[in-house]
């Protein structure tokens, strides 16, 4: 099982990214997603989800209603589309699935994590 973070990169505040993460080896239908997030000196966090039991959204209140998750089944792909970014929001970005009812609740962890992408806002 391999996923792959793409679409980090350098963005002035307020700006737009789309990070995407495809995956193979599995198909994220059977899968829920989570995009975490890890600033420098600071914990990995989970910041947005998809469930796969009914694709419940979770996100996290400092990024609720700035980005969001969505799943393209034919290309096997998951994005996050974030706008209105903040120099906070500058972070490691991580893709990863779990294949529990917890989903990316799951106190076992995730079971598969991708290498991670990196977003810089700039102020």
């Known amino acids: 099982v391999q996923l792959v973070e793409s679409g980090g990169g350098l963005v002035q505040a307020g700006g737009s990214l789309r990070l995407s993460c495809v995956a193979s080896g599995i198909t994220f239908d059977a899968y829920a997603v989570g995009w975490y997030r890890q600033a420098p000196g600071r914990e990995r966090d989970l910041i947005a989800c998809?469930?796969?039991?009914?694709?419940?959204?979770y996100y996290e209140d400092s990024v609720k209603g700035r980005f969001t998750i969505s799943r393209d089944v034919a290309k096997n792909t998951v994005y996050l589309q974030m706008n209105s970014l903040k120099p906070e929001d500058t972070a490691v970005y991580y893709c990863?699935?779990?294949?529990?009812?917890?989903?990316?609740?799951?106190?076992?962890?995730?079971?598969?994590w991708g290498q991670g992408t990196l977003v810089t806002v700039s102020s």
């Open positions: 990863a699935v779990d294949g529990s009812v917890y989903g990316c609740f799951d106190h076992h962890g995730m079971d598969y």
């Open positions: 998809s469930m796969s039991v009914d694709q419940t959204e």
